[in-house]
């Protein structure tokens, strides 16, 4: 199987902060993502520029893919970013990762995130999304979904509703299985119809967390998993150090979170989407691939930011040879 994502490709630039007068200052609510300027982001970097810092290539999309890479599945991944050092370093760790990168060039500078991560592991995004949010409708052809059997988009995306509607209409003709992780509850919350209405139309896979479910459909996790269960093939509720629920029909499972020291919770949701659809692309069971994808995550806290050290993948991998079949 080969799994395609498309999102907003950007630099995350993982921030500790000491305590959280610095979101206070800049009026970020805690755990939220906020969309800024380059004025902003420019301010924001350099005003942190004298705490821990790590730079990282980013975007929910784009974790997910590079995890799903490094279980060993063939992808590819669709972006814009800019003719710039920081498009160079996104494009490059692409390709050492092995993911086929179909990416275009934007007239802005390449788009960056400031995950500013609390001392309690919350962590606060800061979005200029610069180059990435130049990709249009227009810059997609049937050609690029073709061999591929799975596509995963980002709820990011929705401030470009054009792009993802023309992406998800030749991944459905392509007879690709389309799966979305639902952006920051307040991204949720401000595009509520248009996710209503792709999740019914083209959505077979649908990944939340709680506060995004809760947003989505008005519910508490449990009813919120069924409902949208009812709008898609398979719907996941991430709830946090709890694990996750799933349910597809009359399947329903509830997944420990595996026990990890928790240092920084940036990724942990796409890295759980990546090991559920890796269990999927390999035909596992429902339990399976979310236990898999539970491992992910909780490996994925343990440091800071999105990426899973490269050393960690054989153990996890061997790990994963163990989980039961069913």
């Known amino acids: 199987m080969k799994i395609l994502g498309m999102g ?9 902060l000491k305590d959280d007068t610095f979101l206070k200052n800049f009026s970020f609510p805690k755990g939220s993502m906020q969309l800024v ?24 999309s784009a974790n997910t893919i590079h995890g799903i890479a490094k279980l060993g599945v063939d992808t590819g991944y669709i972006g814009k970013i800019g003719n710039d050092p920081l498009g160079e370093f996104f494009k490059e760790d692409m390709i050492k990762s092995g993911i086929q990168p179909y990416l275009l060039y934007g007239k802005a500078s390449t788009g960056r995130a400031v995950a500013l991560v609390s001392p309690d ?22 050609s690029i979904f073709t061999g591929f059997d ?35 509850y307040n991204v949720v919350e401000e595009n509520i119809d248009f996710l209503k209405r792709i999740v019914n139309e083209y959505v077979d896979i649908i990944f939340a967390n709680e506060d995004e479910a809760r947003v989505f459909t008005g519910k ?21 150090k709890n694990g996750s629920m799933i349910r597809r ?27 559920f659809l890796y269990g999927l692309a390999n035909n596992f069971s429902l339990k ?3 236990k898999i994808g539970s491992i992910l995550a909780g490996k994925v806290i343990e440091v800071i930011g999105a990426k899973i050290p490269d050393q960690e993948w054989d153990p996890i991998i061997n790990h994963i040879k163990k989980i039961p079949v069913c």
């Open 8 to 16: 907003n490709a950007l630099v995350d630039i993982m921030t500790l």
């Open 37 to 60: 300027d380059i004025g902003t982001v420019n301010s924001l970097e350099k005003l942190s520029n004298n705490l821990n810092q790590k730079l990282t290539s980013g975007g929910s």
């Open 121 to 142: 592991s919350e962590r606060t995004f800061a979005t200029y999304l610069g180059a990435a949010i130049e990709i249009s409708g227009e810059d997609l052809s049937p």
């Open 150 to 184: 799975f596509f995963h988009i980002e709820g990011y995306l929705v401030q470009n509703p054009k792009l993802i509607e023309q992406a998800l209409i030749h991944a459905k003709n392509a007879g690709l299985k389309i799966s979305i992780d639902m952006a920051s």
């Open 220 to 240: 508490n996790p449990d009813e919120a998993l069924d409902i949208m269960a009812c709008m898609s093939e398979i719907a996941v509720v991430k709830t946090g």
């Open 249 to 275: 029909e009359k399947e329903k499972y509830n997944i420990k979170a595996i026990k990890a020291s928790v240092i920084d919770t940036t990724g942990a949701g796409d890295l759980y989407a990546a090991g």
């Open 288 to 290: 399976k691939s979310a």
